[in-house]
């Protein structure tokens, strides 16, 4: 599975941006999907995670209310509707699919390549 992240971009504090994440090479139906986000220096943390059956959504709690994600099988594709940005949210964001869906980086099989999120006081 190839994952194509993409719809970052500049907003002021307070806007609202919504990343998505397309899969190619095969369905990714049966995978969980998640975003993470990592900025210079700091490790990737955890930002949100769905289960295969769209049934448990997960967020760390400096989102929890503010993000939501959600994802489209039949287009292959993984969004993050992002509301009351502020500028601690600024990162590079990325996408990633697999079948153990977990906080940790390490237990996540695919990876897209991120894209940049940057919220403006």
């Known amino acids: 599975v190839q994952l194509q992240g993409s719809g970052g971009g500049l907003v002021q504090a307070g806007g609202s941006l919504r990343p998505s994440c397309t899969a190619s090479?095969?369905?990714?139906?049966?995978?969980?999907v998640g975003w993470f986000r990592q900025t210079p220096g700091k490790d990737r943390e955890f930002v949100a995670l769905?289960?295969?059956?769209?049934?448990?959504?997960y967020y760390t709690d400096s989102v929890r209310g503010r993000f939501t994600i959600s994802r489209d099988n039949a287009k292959n594709a993984v969004y993050l509707q992002m509301n009351s940005l502020k500028p601690d949210d600024t990162a590079n964001y990325f996408c990633?699919?697999?079948?153990?869906?977990?906080?940790?980086?390490?237990?996540?099989?695919?990876w897209g390549q991120g894209t940049l999120v940057t919220v403006s006081s």
């Open positions: 990633a699919a697999g079948a153990v869906p977990t906080a940790s980086v390490s237990t996540w099989t695919y």
């Open positions: 090479g095969r369905p990714f139906s049966n995978f969980a």
């Open positions: 769905l289960n295969w059956r769209d049934t448990n959504a």
